[in-house]
């Protein structure tokens, strides 16, 4: 027989834990987790990176933006200057230099060289002007250059007046183009216009050490003849008498600019696009050759000017980017990385156990963070839909979180915000308290604004200050107290109480203008049936006065004495019937401009050489029915109740407009034409402004005025469907207005 094959023995299969496959498992593990080491190590980097280029966008925009302000801030210094000349650049120069230290600018205004004016002097009168100006002090004055031109721009005053401002003391800057330009630019517009690149005259050629000449520019601001015309270009020609200019040195113009972080940017400013030197104004100190890593530009426009600003990040801030935390990441990733393997090597000679224990810490794990996550999305979502602001804070005063409604009260994103101090979200004025309110909080826990809302103001997105109500919760830290805010928006509450308060104390001045005006409608009424009953008396001693003398010349002198006594009394009868509305009217279409004009005359003589009389009457005015006699007597009244407040001697402003009333308690809804009469006296406490219309009050000495003048001017107003109205306040002048309506045609004459 054949022999049989022995049995083939089944191989032997390895078991867990034996052989290479703990170490291929924990070489596994480790490239898996250094694969997730790296992950986080290249998101922190971009992290850093990224917060890198917020700082720098940051400090590029408040770069920009300080330096359109300061200049703004150099051109409201020009208009200040000139209100100050009001239209006039013969000013002595004491005044001018008072004017300038009362303005403190060589502290308050860097890079501003000097304040200045520039007088327009034509050729044929130099000579004339050099001789006055030696002759007030300046034995050694000369316009220069000396170069014959039609019309020379001379620097007459300059302040500060002493140092290297003396070389632009007569300085004619029409010599100059780009300072030409912008003169004729800011004379031709009205408007401020700043020059191109210049070197100053204060430099001085020849002057200083070399490289010590500063790149400079002119601001201009044109200053017209008082009383001229200026809104057309040829009329601003006509009436340009010079300009106040403030010339600036561009190093000293970028000191201080940027604080604390001035370091982090290097700036460059070109007059225009950038072409080169030609074009630079200013160049940082701290510029490098190093290559930045982040660059960026703007543009402004100062006084009409486009300015080009250049920035790049610094070595400073290129340095200040946080390596310590990928750093970290990776360093803590590698070790943990190496530390799981090993315990992975050591664990897998027991698979089951293995297994088990991991499947089991997975799980724990998963379990964990599922119950960490939802737990922490709940609360997101609560925060982010609450309706009011969220700000946690930790003991040091740093904000640690922040929700949506933080970032539209406040202005910042949830990244700006984190990490800054809560202080900043303050008013200025509040924080110096607030902090050292808050250490003490943060070292003890007891806050005065814990619990119950407290109502407390804020710093809004735009720096305006917020009403708001605060509900303060203790959060305890390892270092300390830390806190958490609700924030409510109260701004709409409290304008709702503002208007309320408003409301009602509009009702109780109307019920005060209510109670006047049927108070004088109640002394009119009695006015004028004494008045009348009084007339009549008048007449029969008239009629029998007259009779007498026709009878008897005897008695002829007492006679004339008891009819001018008479006519007296007729006039004064008069003046109480229009006080209480009876008078006869003879109301005619009125336009009050007209009148007026008409009347300038016999105005300018009641009101007296001292008074300057200002009218202000405005285009398309309304006509109004009225007797035009009785409303000339109401402003002769008027302007002779406002010299006398005066003394004969101030301001006094007669002024037209047209005018719309609604829902007045004397006057009916419509149009109206107002006559306001302002003077610049002592004024009026309210006790006698109460009595002012009352006939027979006056604050005038005996002798000096009846009282029945604003009595008329009231019965008038009132007897042609309008009303009359007094405005004034002790040491600020008074202001009286006349409310005529106004006259359509076709309507109907209904006044007698």
């Known amino acids: 027989m054949p022999q049989s094959q022995p049995a083939t023995q089944p191989s032997r299969i390895p078991l867990p834990g034996s052989g290479q496959m703990p170490l291929l498992l924990a070489m ?96 044929p009168q130099l000579a004339a002007h ?107 020609r006509r009436a340009i008498v010079g300009w106040v200019y403030a010339p600036f040195r561009m190093d000293d113009l970028m000191r201080g600019l940027g604080g604390a972080h001035s370091t982090d940017l290097e700036v460059e400013i070109h ?97 964990s963070h599922d119950r960490i996550a939802s737990e922490q999305k709940r609360i997101q979502v609560i925060l982010e839909n609450a309706p009011d602001a969220f700000v946690a804070v930790d003991a040091r005063g740093r904000i640690t979180d922040w929700n949506a409604q933080a970032s539209r009260l406040f202005g910042l994103s949830a990244g700006q915000a984190i990490g800054r101090p809560v202080d900043e979200l303050l008013p200025e004025e509040s924080r110096a308290s607030f902090r050292k309110g808050f250490e003490a909080f943060a070292r003890g826990g007891q806050c005065a604004m814990q619990g119950a809302p407290t109502e407390l103001q804020v710093a809004g997105r735009d720096g305006r200050p917020i009403a708001t109500e605060v509900t303060v919760a203790v959060m305890p830290t390892d270092e300390g107290f830390g806190a958490t805010a609700f924030v409510r928006d109260i701004t709409q509450r409290k304008e709702a109480e503002a208007r309320e308060q408003q409301r009602q104390q509009g009702l109780d001045e109307a019920r005060q203008l209510l109670a006047r005006a049927q108070k004088l409608e109640a002394v009119g009424k009695l006015t004028g049936g004494v008045a009348h009953d009084f007339n009549n008396i008048l007449h029969i001693i008239s009629a029998n006065v007259q009779l007498i003398l026709r009878a008897d010349s005897s008695h002829r002198k007492r006679l004339l004495s008891i009819l001018d006594a008479v006519e007296r009394g007729a006039k004064l009868a008069g003046q109480l019937l229009a006080f209480a509305r009876r008078q006869p009217l003879h109301p005619l279409e009125v336009h009050v401009d007209n009148l007026l004009e008409r009347m300038d005359s016999l105005v300018l003589r009641a009101a007296g050489d001292q008074i300057v009389l200002e009218k202000r009457i405005p285009p398309d005015l309304w006509p109004v029915l009225v ?13 002779i109740n406002a010299r006398d407040a005066m003394e004969g001697n101030g301001r006094i402003v007669l002024a037209l407009n047209n005018a719309h009333v609604e829902g007045d308690a004397v006057l009916a809804p419509g149009d109206y034409v107002t006559v306001a009469v ?75």
């Open 627 to 639: 007797d035009p006699n009785q409303l000339e007597n109401v402003l002769l009244n008027l302007v």
């Open 28 to 123: 596994l593990v480790l490239l898996v987790t250094l694969l997730v080491t790296f992950s986080a190590w290249s998101s922190a980097k971009r992290a850093a990176e990224a917060q890198l280029l917020e700082t720098f966008d940051y400090r590029t925009r408040d770069m920009a933006y300080s330096i359109s302000r300061r200049m703004a801030v150099y051109e409201q210094v020009l208009r200040g200057a000139r209100g100050f000349l009001r239209g006039s650049v013969e000013l002595d120069r004491h005044d001018w230099a008072e004017y300038y230290g009362l303005l403190r600018l060589d502290q308050s205004f860097p890079g501003m060289e000097a304040l200045g004016i520039a007088t327009i002097i034509p050729r």
């Open 271 to 367: 007059d225009g696009d950038p072409a080169g030197a030609a074009s630079l104004l200013y160049r940082s100190p701290n510029a490098s050759s190093h290559p930045a890593r982040l660059r960026a530009s703007a543009q402004i426009v100062p006084g009409g000017r486009t300015w080009t600003i250049s920035m790049r990040s610094s070595a400073a801030l290129e340095e200040s980017l946080d390596s310590t935390r990928p750093q970290l990441v990776a360093i803590t990733g590698i070790g943990l990385s190496f530390l799981i393997s090993l315990v992975v090597w050591l664990l897998a000679s027991e698979r089951r156990r293995a297994l088990q224990l991991a499947h089991g810490m997975t799980l724990e794990l998963r379990q």
């Open 678 to 752: 302002a003077d610049s006296g002592h004024g009026m406490p309210q006790d006698v402004m109460e009595h002012a219309f009352e006939p027979f009050f006056t604050t005038k000495p005996e002798g000096k005025g009846t009282g029945l003048g604003l009595s008329m001017a009231h019965g008038f107003a009132r007897q042609s469907g309008g009303d009359i109205r007094l405005a004034s306040e002790p040491g600020k002048g008074t202001t009286v207005t006349v409310y005529l309506p106004r006259h359509t045609a076709g309507a109907p004459v209904a006044m007698a």
């Open 130 to 236: 050099e001789a006055a100006m030696r002759r007030q002090g300046h034995p050694g004055y000369a316009v220069h250059p000396d170069t014959p031109r039609e019309v020379y721009t001379a620097i007459t005053h300059i302040e500060p007046f002493g140092g290297r401002n003396l070389r632009a003391f007569g300085f004619d800057m029409f010599s100059e183009p780009v300072r030409r330009a912008a003169m004729e630019r800011a004379r031709d517009t009205g408007q401020a216009a700043l020059s191109g690149k210049v070197v100053l005259v204060q430099e001085g050629v020849g002057h200083g050490k070399p490289g010590s000449q500063q790149a400079g520019a002119l601001m201009y601001l044109p200053v017209y003849r008082d009383g001229e015309l200026a809104g057309t270009v040829d009329q601003r």
